[in-house]
């Protein structure tokens, strides 16, 4: 088995880890929305895209929900990053997200990161 080239990994400086680069995006951010999902976005001062997620147990109450979200959101943010434009941004779940199958999620992230280009 190969390893799979290095772009397609999720390394920290390509997450958001403060509070305050949340807060950069929270303040100044543009909106695509989806069905179950809300990307926020705004224009990254490192270069190159990151992903920041706000999966709340408002709208997803199990933990396994959530975590699958997470889960779902990150892979295709990882097999996309090589493409996308230099922009934070952070992935909200509305409150469908949590019976929406991983088919229709997947689905639903790609086309709001396909609006991003």
Do not use: C, W
Request: no cysteine.
């Amino acid at each position: 088995m190969t390893a799979a080239p290095a772009i397609q990994t999720f390394p920290r400086r390509v997450r958001l880890l403060t509070g305050a680069d949340y807060q950069r995006v929270f303040e100044d951010a543009r909106r695509q929305r989806g069905r179950d999902l809300t990307l926020l976005y705004r224009r990254s001062e490192t270069g190159e895209a990151r992903l920041g997620l706000a999966i709340g147990k408002r709208h997803v109450r199990h933990a396994t929900d959530r975590n699958r979200i997470k889960r779902i959101v990150r892979e295709a943010f990882r097999v996309r990053r090589a493409q996308l434009p230099p922009v934070d941004m952070i992935v909200l779940a509305r409150g469908g997200a949590a019976s929406a199958d991983r088919r229709a999620l997947r689905a639903e992230i790609d086309s709001l990161l396909e609006r991003l280009q």
